[in-house]
């Protein structure tokens, strides 16, 4: 059902505090699906940067199982959150995958589903910084054609 093409969407994390602290709602993002095989799927995504998106064009790659859509999203530069104020730090480095799953609507024209990325660590030169894991939901609808 995922068609080559734009599809233009937004997500947003579970937790209402993060929100708060991010000083936005939802991020919006655009994906640009470029090949299509099978059930599987790549393209690139962007996150607006005006409404909380983290920077850079990142890739997505994914697989189609009847209505069900998974797939991850790499994005080339980390941001977090560092602080209860909404203190942004960017590293350029590439920012812990983050795996999507949904389902299609049942006219195929939008998706929504659920998100997350894995808690770990991140090294900002010499100091460890925990990442928590988050997660949160997110949707997207096809432009027109």
Known sequence: ???????TGDYCFEDEEVNKIRGFEKTVFEMDIWSVNGNAFTGNIQDDLTTGG???VGTISGNITGDRIDFVKLMPVMT???DRKGTRKTANRRHRPIYYTGQFSSDGKTV???WRFKRGFVWLGILP???RASKGTWSMTR???
Request: glycine fraction near 14%; aromatic fraction near 10%; charge should be neutral.
């Open 129 to 131: 910084v925990p990442v």
């Open 1 to 7: 059902m995922i068609t080559i093409g734009k599809w």
């Open 80 to 82: 977090l959150l560092i």
């Open 143 to 145: 432009e027109k054609f």
């Open 112 to 114: 929504s589903g659920t």
């Open 54 to 56: 983290t920077e850079g």
